[in-house]
């Protein structure tokens, strides 16, 4: 399961925080905290939204916090279209043109998309994501060669030297350590998602 998040511009205060919108994607299918879809759309409780949904549109996961390991609520992406068309909000409106405008072809086009990107030239994206491309298979197999002999019988020491490995590898191949996190865990399947 890898995490991903996202960062909803803020409106017209160019200096106001982004939303984050944290996105887990698993066994091929992108799911969406509840929670963070609710705040944009106007929900007080992300029960409220998904309350209407179907079944096979909503889900629990576990997610890392603060606090520790915590079961969120979590919605597919059919889910995601149904409660955007559902809301009659004005940020309803604003989210669902940055997602369909915006994050969904730069996925379509270049296989993922970067916090942010919309601010930048296209050219400067598209060489962003070559990048990625070209440099992942590289890293995943200068990853593979520090974590081989990676045999400590304590788990909390084994996942340490995989966080050092990840890094290391970002950092030698000029990645992202969350793309490389993902490398890491899904291989080069991860740059399809």
Partial sequence: ???????????????????????????????FVAADIAGILGYREAKDMTRNLDDDEKGAHIVPTLGGDQAVLTINESGLYTAILKSRRKEAKRFKKWVTSTVLPSIRKHGGYINGQETLPEELVAG?????????????????????????????RRQAHNEWAIQEAALRFDLPVSIMARLADHGLSALSC
């Fill in 128 to 156: 962003l994501h070559r990048t990625i491309l070209n440099n992942a298979l590289p890293a995943l197999r200068y990853y593979d060669k520090l974590t081989e002999h990676n045999h400590w019988k304590s788990p909390s």
């Fill in 1 to 31: 399961m890898n995490i991903i998040p996202f960062a909803f511009p803020a409106a017209d205060d160019k200096a106001a925080p982004a939303t984050p919108v944290r996105a887990i994607f698993e066994d091929g299918e992108h799911w």
